[in-house]
């Protein structure tokens, strides 16, 4: 059995750009897909904090130190420059692999700039 796990994200990223009439994806700082393990056109889901929409796209490189996160072609509609976002990547293992693997896990400030880096979510507290 395989089982689908978080294969890395890029938290709270901010918008910087929204192109309704470019072709689809979402253009991605390259520096910043490197730090996450996103390669392109590598599916990626976006969870968008500011509204609640939760779309799937693919990943495009930006241009690396750009500080780009570019929203595009349909899924213009569902962000938009100055939202902060959450870009998931998933895998899939067996559960053999599952049990030891750990995610890349890339924390921005609001300028797109890496602040920390981890492989894992501390448990939350009730």
């Given at each position: ?33 490197d ?17 609640g ?32 976002v ?15 693997f750990?995610?890349r896990l ?8 890496i ?8 448990v939350q507290?009730a």
């Amino acid at each position: 059995m395989l089982l689908t796990l978080l294969k890395c994200k890029l938290h709270k990223a901010t918008v910087t750009h929204s192109e309704l009439e470019y072709e689809g994806s979402c253009a991605i700082d390259g520096d910043l897909l490197d730090a996450a393990g996103i390669l392109p056109y590598e599916q990626i889901q976006i969870y968008n904090i500011a509204n609640g929409e939760r779309f799937t796209t693919y990943a495009i490189r930006a241009e690396a130190g750009s500080r780009v996160i570019s929203v595009n072609g349909a899924a213009a509609h569902k962000a938009s420059p100055g939202d902060r976002v959450i870009i998931c990547a998933y895998g899939q293992l067996p559960r053999e692999e599952a049990a030891r693997f750990h995610p890349r896990l890339v924390y921005l400030d609001a300028d797109n700039r890496i602040v920390r880096t981890g492989s894992d979510i501390p448990v939350q507290a009730a």
